[in-house]
């Protein structure tokens, strides 16, 4: 299993997964120059994907896929709802419609609902071999009937969007505020701290924090707030780092089960 984040942020998220033969990328957003970029940076050629996951449709989480689709022939995978919002897949040949789990080859993909502000709102576990994934970001809120599902994975990759008070001190207009912070929204800092310290176990190696607000949060007080959280709960775990907008992280490889 190797696993990517290509970029993550306001301005676009993408995220590369494989195993096997299978080349999946979660969501596609920025531009279709950039995810290609980044592939060939982690030695992968775009011609590979075999698929891309839709989380959901908005603009930061497919801008680039219009463009990925002309050169490249991946199949895309997207709820119904999600399928009429993209008017650039109304003619693709290789949409597949999900509602539940599926497998792409031997990885098995779960899916779970989330709540935001969109037609539909999915996030995944992708498991495969021993290790498995845990993609969850733009959602206000997570239902604890999920939690068997998401307990004791190897790698989160979680949504931790915004600090609290940054946000209502912040420059957005009331109206965008309630939006972040309701239940259609965005995960703050503390509520994504308390939800991974209920989920991870000691299979867990890694937590990449996700989709951090340009405006409202900082890499400091993300990582803070979970720092404090988990000392509240007595938890030792300090395998955890930031994904940038414009930057790669490192690469998680279960060839040495490290992220170099």
Same mark, same amino acid.
């Given at each position: 299993? %190797?696993?990517?984040?290509?970029?993550?942020?306001?301005?676009?998220?993408?995220?590369?997964?494989?195993?096997?033969?299978?080349?999946?990328?979660? *969501?596609?957003?920025?531009?279709?120059?950039?995810? $290609?970029?980044?592939?060939?940076?982690?030695?992968?050629?775009?011609?590979?994907?075999?698929?891309?996951?839709?989380?959901?449709?908005? *603009?930061?989480?497919?801008?680039?896929?219009?463009?990925?689709?002309?050169?490249? !022939?991946?199949?895309?995978?997207?709820?119904?709802?999600?399928?009429? *919002?993209?008017?650039?897949?109304? *003619?693709?040949? =290789?949409?597949?419609?999900?509602?539940?789990?599926?497998?792409?080859?031997?990885? $098995? /993909?779960?899916?779970?609902?989330?709540? !935001? +502000?969109?037609?539909?709102?999915?996030? @995944?576990?992708?498991?495969?071999?021993?290790?498995?994934?845990?993609?969850?970001? +733009?959602?206000?809120?997570?239902?604890?009937?999920?939690?068997? /599902?998401?307990? =004791?994975?190897?790698?989160?990759?979680?949504?931790?969007? !915004?600090?609290?008070?940054?946000?209502?001190?912040?420059?957005?207009? %009331?109206?965008? $505020?309630?939006?972040?912070?309701?239940?259609?929204?965005?995960?703050?800092?503390?509520?994504?701290? @308390?939800?991974?310290?209920?989920?991870?176990?000691? $299979?867990? #190696? %890694?937590?990449?924090?996700?989709?951090?607000?340009?405006?409202? =949060?900082? #890499?400091? %007080?993300?990582?803070?707030?979970?720092?404090?959280? @988990?000392?509240?709960?007595?938890?030792? @775990?300090?395998?955890?780092?930031?994904?940038?907008? =414009?930057?790669?992280?490192?690469?998680?490889? +279960?060839?040495?089960?490290?992220?170099?």
């Amino acid at each position: 299993m %190797k696993t990517v984040v290509l970029a993550s942020g306001s301005e676009g998220n993408s995220t590369f997964f494989s195993y096997q033969n299978e080349k999946i990328l979660l *969501d596609i957003g920025k531009n279709a120059k950039y995810i $290609k970029e980044k592939l060939l940076e982690i030695g992968e050629n775009p011609q590979d994907v075999t698929a891309i996951l839709i989380s959901h449709t908005h *603009d930061d989480h497919v801008s680039a896929l219009r463009v990925f689709l002309k050169s490249f !022939h991946p199949k895309v995978y997207v709820t119904e709802k999600m399928f009429y *919002d993209l008017e650039c897949l109304k *003619d693709y040949p =290789n949409v597949v419609i999900y509602d539940d789990d599926f497998y792409l080859g031997d990885v $098995k /993909v779960t899916t779970i609902r989330t709540s !935001h +502000d969109a037609s539909d709102s999915r996030n @995944f576990v992708l498991s495969a071999g021993d290790e498995s994934l845990v993609y969850l970001t +733009d959602t206000g809120y997570l239902n604890r009937k999920y939690f068997p /599902v998401l307990e =004791n994975r190897t790698y989160y990759l979680m949504e931790s969007n !915004h600090d609290i008070e940054m946000l209502m001190n912040g420059p957005y207009p %009331k109206w965008l $505020k309630q939006r972040v912070l309701g239940t259609l929204g965005h995960l703050s800092n503390k509520d994504s701290s @308390f939800y991974l310290s209920k989920l991870i176990g000691n $299979k867990t #190696e %890694k937590i990449i924090l996700m989709h951090l607000s340009k405006h409202n =949060n900082t #890499e400091e %007080k993300a990582l803070q707030t979970l720092e404090e959280t @988990f000392g509240e709960y007595d938890i030792s @775990f300090t395998n955890i780092v930031c994904a940038k907008q =414009n930057e790669i992280t490192k690469v998680c490889n +279960d060839q040495d089960r490290v992220c170099r």
